[in-house]
């Protein structure tokens, strides 16, 4: 029998709202049980200050530029991440820490994917094993350094029972999908990087009212789609130099273009705008004769307008459901992935695969620091 170990993923998404927290029990192979799941906001500071960052880093020499601010927001993301675990792990002595950090750039081509967290720090104020950077061996071994849950998202389908074949699809800042064609030992996998997911939408939101999002997709529902400003954007987006990226970052897309509509409006066109990026992946990836169950997780998936028009624009059959109807929440799906690849880091196992980030061989990564 496969030894068992306590582990909390911590998780910070593109949105950068927050931590996602998760505490789970795994083998790091076949099987895992969730103990715990529990939903951290960042104060108004550091919300604020991550996207106005953020929002200034288009390269590495801003990236360079900004160090100062970035290292002081670090600290302040590692402190608020500390307290996390002294109060979930109140109890647990051996418990093993999976941080993911906050991610602020990446530039798959470049090789650099900068999360901010200071796991050294962490294990210093925790007394917790750190396990942290995630992506760099990847990157280093030809990778693109995401998306790393996949290797997760076969775990849950096999744990669940899920029919099989089936594609995972994750709305987060960015979307990507899953497809998996057989059960978890074959590690038959591929996944891949769509484009925006809810970045555009909630940059546009957050930029033009007091509101950080789109609550159900209630602000584009009450807009009308501007189709020319529609139009070019996507000729500009089927014509642009990154098309055989594999990884995205936010700062990969702009709200530029729909600059002067109504708020209403530009949510209604960058609604349209993502759901038709969504949906032409989908066709390609999917099998067209045979229709496939497409499960939805992450915070796009509260997005009904959203999800309304994949579904519209899809030319294939698809059962688009959320993740949810099979008891899993799809809230805390990417941190209990790091909780889970923390302990296949810790067994030295791989966490990444040629099909999944296309690094050259399935190898395993993140630093460990603490005994």
Same mark, same amino acid.
């Given at each position: 029998? !496969?030894?068992?170990?306590?582990?909390?993923?911590?998780?910070?998404?593109? $949105?950068? #709202?927050?931590? /996602?927290?998760?505490?789970?029990?795994?083998?790091?192979?076949?099987?895992?049980? &969730?103990?715990?799941?529990?939903?951290?906001?960042?104060?108004?500071?550091?919300?604020?200050?991550?996207?106005?960052?953020?929002?200034?880093?288009? =390269?590495?020499? /801003?990236?360079?530029?900004?160090?100062?601010?970035?290292?002081?927001?670090?600290?302040?993301?590692?402190?608020?991440?500390?307290?996390?675990?002294?109060?979930?792990?109140?109890?647990?002595?051996?418990?093993?820490?999976?941080?993911?950090? !906050?991610?602020?750039?990446?530039?798959?081509? =470049?090789?650099?994917?900068?999360?901010?967290?200071?796991?050294?720090?962490?294990?210093?104020?925790?007394?917790?094993?750190?396990?942290?950077?995630?992506?760099?061996?990847?990157?280093?071994?030809?990778?693109?350094?995401?998306?790393?849950?996949?290797?997760?998202?076969?775990?849950? &389908?096999?744990?669940?029972?899920?029919?099989?074949?089936?594609?995972?699809?994750?709305?987060?800042?960015?979307?990507?999908?899953?497809?998996?064609?057989?059960?978890?030992?074959?590690?038959?996998?591929?996944?891949?990087?769509?484009?925006?997911?809810?970045?555009?939408?909630?940059?546009?939101?957050?930029?033009?009212?007091?509101?950080?999002?789109?609550?159900?997709?209630?602000?584009?529902?009450?807009?009308?789609?501007?189709?020319?400003?529609?139009?070019?954007?996507?000729?500009?987006?089927?014509?642009?130099? =990154?098309? #055989?990226?594999?990884?995205?970052?936010?700062?990969? +897309?702009?709200?530029?273009?729909?600059?002067?509509?109504?708020?209403?409006?530009?949510? $209604?066109?960058?609604?349209?705008?993502?759901?038709?990026?969504?949906?032409?992946?989908?066709?390609?990836?999917?099998?067209?004769?045979?229709?496939?169950? &497409?499960?939805?997780?992450?915070?796009?998936?509260?997005?009904?307008?959203?999800?309304?028009?994949?579904?519209?624009?899809?030319?294939?059959?698809? =059962?688009?459901?959320?993740?949810?109807?099979?008891?899993?929440?799809?809230?805390?799906?990417?941190?209990?992935?790091?909780? +889970?690849?923390?302990?296949?880091?810790?067994?030295?196992?791989?966490?990444?695969?040629?099909?999944?980030?296309?690094?050259?061989?399935?190898?395993?990564?993140?630093?460990?620091?603490?005994?």
């Amino acid at each position: 029998m !496969q030894k068992k170990y306590t582990s909390l993923g911590l998780m910070s998404g593109t $949105s950068g #709202d927050g931590v /996602d927290a998760s505490i789970i029990n795994t083998n790091g192979i076949d099987h895992y049980d &969730v103990i715990k799941d529990k939903y951290f906001e960042y104060d108004t500071e550091i919300y604020k200050k991550f996207h106005s960052i953020k929002d200034k880093i288009f =390269n590495l020499n /801003d990236l360079h530029k900004l160090s100062n601010e970035i290292n002081d927001l670090e600290r302040k993301i590692t402190l608020f991440n500390a307290k996390i675990v002294k109060e979930l792990n109140h109890t647990n002595k051996k418990i093993i820490v999976g941080f993911h950090g !906050q991610t602020i750039y990446h530039n798959s081509q =470049n090789k650099i994917s900068k999360q901010l967290g200071d796991g050294k720090l962490l294990h210093q104020l925790t007394k917790k094993k750190i396990i942290f950077r995630f992506r760099d061996n990847d990157l280093i071994n030809g990778g693109e350094g995401a998306p790393l849950t996949p290797i997760f998202h076969q775990l849950i &389908v096999s744990q669940k029972k899920i029919k099989l074949p089936v594609c995972i699809l994750n709305i987060g800042g960015i979307s990507n999908i899953t497809l998996i064609k057989k059960p978890i030992k074959s590690f038959d996998l591929f996944s891949k990087d769509i484009g925006p997911g809810n970045c555009l939408i909630d940059s546009w939101i957050r930029k033009n009212s007091n509101k950080n999002f789109d609550f159900k997709g209630e602000i584009a529902a009450s807009g009308k789609k501007n189709d020319i400003i529609f139009e070019q954007a996507q000729e500009l987006y089927n014509n642009r130099n =990154n098309k #055989d990226k594999l990884s995205f970052d936010t700062n990969d +897309f702009d709200i530029s273009f729909v600059r002067g509509l109504t708020l209403e409006d530009g949510a $209604s066109t960058l609604t349209d705008f993502t759901a038709s990026i969504i949906s032409e992946t989908l066709s390609l990836v999917l099998d067209k004769e045979k229709p496939i169950d &497409v499960l939805v997780c992450g915070g796009g998936r509260k997005n009904k307008v959203l999800l309304s028009s994949i579904i519209k624009k899809l030319p294939i059959s698809i =059962n688009l459901k959320s993740i949810d109807e099979y008891k899993i929440n799809g809230d805390f799906i990417e941190s209990q992935a790091f909780a +889970f690849l923390a302990i296949r880091c810790l067994k030295k196992l791989p966490i990444s695969f040629p099909t999944t980030t296309n690094c050259e061989k399935p190898i395993t990564g993140g630093e460990i620091v603490g005994n």
